[in-house]
């Protein structure tokens, strides 16, 4: 077992298995380290997934009954393969979700709901340390088969033009065809 998190501590059992007690929390200021917590053993289901980001991410099993709980319809929306936040008026207070959501529609080839996508646009990403947006990039270039999904999906809910304007400078720049010839074409469409 592993210990991880220092805000949110998640105990990792082996490689597939995330453990995190029920927690209250509330957001106290800037940043994703102004929370206050306090864990609540008998916190219901439903609200210890109320703030969960994603429904796909809200979605519980027993581990002594084998029981999957689904408050939020997760499963429903992992069969249409579609992000959901679970609930717009906590999902901004976390602003790497909006990068979270690039990468795992990359990685899972998922679609992004509209209202998701327009809490996302909202969202001031000033706020986020290099390293953890590094970390989400690394996710999204690493572990997806088309990275360039995320990239258009990061472009999509505004994080390109906030964290990335080297980038954004480089969409739809012609290049020369005598050293790009194979398909500099498919790369600005898929933006």
Known sequence: MNVVGEAFTVYKLGTHLDVSLPRRERKTGRG???????GDPEMSFADATSRRDFTINAILQDPLTGEIIDPCGGRADLKEKLLRAVSPETFSEDSLRVLR????AARFEFDIDPQTVSLCRAIDLADLPSERVWGEMEKLLLHAERPSVGLKWLRDLGAIDQLFPEIKTLIEVPQDREWHPEAMSL???AW
């Open 187 to 189: 790369f600005i469409h």
């Open 32 to 38: 994703h380290r102004a929370f206050f917590i306090a």
């Open 101 to 104: 959501a690039a990468q795992f």
